[in-house]
């Protein structure tokens, strides 16, 4: 079974700084895909990026970059100059195929506040 | 794309009650999965729907849950006979099979609060 570890409950950083969040994984799969997600007070969930195992680059988008380090099995989130509105619950994920079936496995999530 | 909507968005029932929540995934997204949310956790997947097929579902899924997904197009998600321990946010999310990212878009999601 996959698992998807963060154990970082909550963090504060100043506006306008870079902050990384942090996330290890663990699957005995060759194939994987890893996201980040952001969960804002109003409950959605709102995809920000995707790592493949076998993408050769870290990905990004935008502000978002992710720190992908497959022989320590991290895939750590990396926000630059953070903003009011990244204030929100971040949940790191892997994908999961097994069988025909296709799920996301969360780890627990943390909290980002931003201060002005 | 108007993306992906739930039904209710808040249903606070007693226990005991029947509840039905609905999902409309985006148009023309193939699969769809539930998903359920406690406070402080991350989602746990419930069921996973390839068009019409329900493919999975998780052993979170009690016999008093029942998952739908008619003519592959919305879904709906039933608890028979509520507990508190249901208390949770359900959350539909959608995806085309295509979708070169596996990205999966979620929907506000559907709170239920069990008394």
């Known amino acids: 079974a996959q698992k998807i570890t963060q154990t970082q409950p909550g963090m504060f950083v100043q506006e306008k700084e870079a902050v990384t969040l942090d996330c290890t994984y663990d699957t005995s799969d060759q194939s994987y895909g890893l996201f980040w997600y952001k969960q804002p007070s109003s409950g959605e969930m709102i995809f920000l990026i995707y790592q493949g195992s076998y993408d050769e680059q870290n990905a990004t988008e935008g502000r978002y970059s992710l720190n992908f380090q497959k022989a320590r099995k991290s895939a750590n989130l990396v926000i630059s100059a953070s903003q009011l509105g990244d204030s929100a619950m971040y949940f790191c994920a892997m994908r999961e195929w097994q069988g025909g079936s296709e799920k996301l496995v969360f780890g627990k999530g943390m909290k980002l506040t931003v201060n002005p | 794309d108007t993306g992906v909507s739930q039904d209710p968005r808040h249903k606070i029932t007693k226990r005991g009650q029947n509840v039905t929540f609905r999902c409309d995934p985006i148009s023309e997204h193939n699969r769809l999965y539930w998903y359920r949310q406690t406070l402080g956790q991350g989602p746990e997947f419930l069921t996973y729907f390839q068009n019409e097929a329900q493919l999975e579902k998780s052993r979170l899924l009690s016999d008093r849950f029942s998952a739908e997904r008619p003519k592959g197009s919305f879904s709906t998600l039933e608890i028979q006979r509520t507990e508190q321990g249901d208390s949770a946010m359900y959350l539909c999310?959608?995806?085309?099979?295509?979708?070169?990212?596996?990205?999966?878009?979620f929907g506000p999601g559907t709170r239920l609060t069990v008394t």
């Open positions: 999310a959608s995806r085309h099979e295509g979708t070169p990212s596996y990205e999966q878009y």
